[in-house]
């Protein structure tokens, strides 16, 4: 799969003040260098950044609803489903390459939890002139740490796939 990005929030982001969010792609598409499989980062409209990492059929977690799933990531998985239909830069989805499978079940997760910093939440509060309320070590989750996290998601996911013959 080609590493690609998309960048289609940066009037909002330059509303929320300056961070981490403001150089950050919106969306990219990666293969992950361990496993092979083809992995999103995507922001929310909160802001925060969620991972996806994608099964295809023949894996035993895919088309398989997320809270079933004995995967370790941030926050748990909160997302299970095939492809959205869409705008490829704001769908949770795809640009497969020559021979992969475009029909794929993406797992995610996402940055956005009471312990995490939603910069887009944060300045709607600011606008009507409230604090964030902050959980005690809360910070914001970059691409840098949603990639590390995908990393781990897409090795359990290589972990729980059957071993071909002869492999």
């Known amino acids: 799969m080609e590493h690609k990005t998309w960048t289609t ?3 909002e982001k330059a509303t929320w003040g300056p961070g981490p969010w403001t ?3 919106d969306k990219e598409q990666f293969t992950d260098e361990g496993t092979g499989l083809p992995c999103l980062v995507k922001r929310n409209h909160f802001g925060s950044l969620c991972g ?3 099964v295809s059929e023949g894996h035993p977690w895919f088309a398989k609803d997320y809270s079933d799933l004995p ?3 941030h926050g748990g998985l909160t997302f299970a489903d095939f492809c ?3 705008d490829e830069a704001q769908a949770i989805c795809h640009i497969p390459g020559p021979g992969e499978p475009d029909r794929v079940w993406w797992l995610g997760f996402d940055c956005g939890h009471a312990w995490d910093v939603a910069p887009a939440m944060d300045a709607r509060e600011h606008g009507r002139g409230w604090e964030p309320i902050r959980m005690p070590d809360t910070s914001y989750k970059t691409v840098g740490y949603v990639k590390a996290e995908l990393a781990r998601l897409a090795a359990q ?3 729980a796939a059957p071993v071909p013959a002869g492999g």
């Open 23 to 25: 150089d950050e792609p």
């Open 71 to 73: 995967a370790n990531v």
């Open 9 to 11: 929030m940066a009037d």
């Open 52 to 54: 996806y990492v994608g």
């Open 84 to 86: 959205q239909e869409g």
């Open 157 to 159: 996911a290589a972990a």
